[in-house]
């Protein structure tokens, strides 16, 4: 049976990370590609063995972003888009 899962792809300072927000299974590649590779493979191997419940019905979730004012003084600089 072939399931179609959403996937969420960030950078990760020199990494692309890629997650699966159904069932939090993630990985990572050099690359968005590689990275997306990689989790369809964990997500095989994740479902491999028959322990895990494939859900009945998968539906992409709503990806938004939110405005939120920080304050004091951050650590790392944060960037958004134009990965």
């Known amino acids: ?9 960030f950078r990760e300072e020199r990494f692309y990370v890629a ?9 990572q590649g050099k690359t968005v590609e590689e990275a997306l590779k990689n989790l369809k493979e964990a997500l095989e ?3 491999e063995d028959g ?12 990806l938004t972003t939110v405005k939120v004012e920080c304050y004091g003084k951050a650590s ?8």
């Open 1 to 9: 049976m072939e399931v179609e899962f959403p996937a969420v792809v």
């Open 19 to 27: 997650f699966c927000p159904i069932n939090s299974v993630a990985s």
């Open 45 to 47: 191997l994740y479902y």
């Open 51 to 62: 322990e895990a419940r494939l859900p009945e019905r998968v539906e992409s979730p709503l």
């Open 76 to 83: 790392t600089t944060l960037r958004t888009g134009g990965y």
